[in-house]
């Protein structure tokens, strides 16, 4: 990434029936982008996954934090499917790799327990 992906952008979203601006570094939308694409989902339907699911996140926070944990479910279930050392992709396909679904429940189930913590202060 160049210098620019410390700026932050605005994207519209759609979650159910309303048009929301999310804003963002440029760094996380690109990995957004990224994701999406690889998964074959639309902008609109994982931002309205996330938003089911965030508890007491702002969207920008669950969308940053969704991204962390897109990455390190599919980077631990990829050392978890090729020996030490072996070169492997981010995306290559494999049997053990984690689902968008499962990536979301991850999500959630840490939104749910934060939320509690939340609740509980």
């Known amino acids: 990434m160049d210098n620019t992906s410390h700026y932050l952008e605005k994207r519209n979203v759609t979650?159910?029936?309303?048009?929301?601006?999310?804003?963002l570094e440029t760094y996380f939308w690109h990995h957004l982008d990224m994701i999406i694409e690889?998964?074959?989902?639309?902008?609109n339907l994982l931002c309205h996954e996330i938003h089911e699911?965030?508890?007491n996140y702002s969207m920008a926070q669950s969308l940053?934090?969704?991204?962390?944990?897109?990455?390190?479910?599919?980077?631990?279930?990829?050392?978890?499917s090729h020996p030490l050392g072996?070169?492997?992709?981010?995306?290559?396909a494999s049997a053990d790799s984690p689902s968008i679904i499962q990536?979301?429940?991850v999500f959630?189930?840490?939104a749910q327990h934060v939320g509690a913590l939340y609740q509980k202060n």
């Open 15 to 23: 979650l159910g029936d309303r048009r929301t601006t999310i804003q």
């Open 38 to 43: 690889q998964e074959q989902l639309s902008l």
């Open 53 to 55: 699911r965030r508890c």
């Open 64 to 80: 940053r934090l969704f991204i962390v944990m897109y990455y390190k479910e599919k980077t631990e279930a990829m050392q978890r």
């Open 86 to 92: 072996a070169d492997y992709k981010l995306y290559e």
């Open 103 to 105: 990536v979301l429940n």
């Open 108 to 110: 959630s189930q840490h």
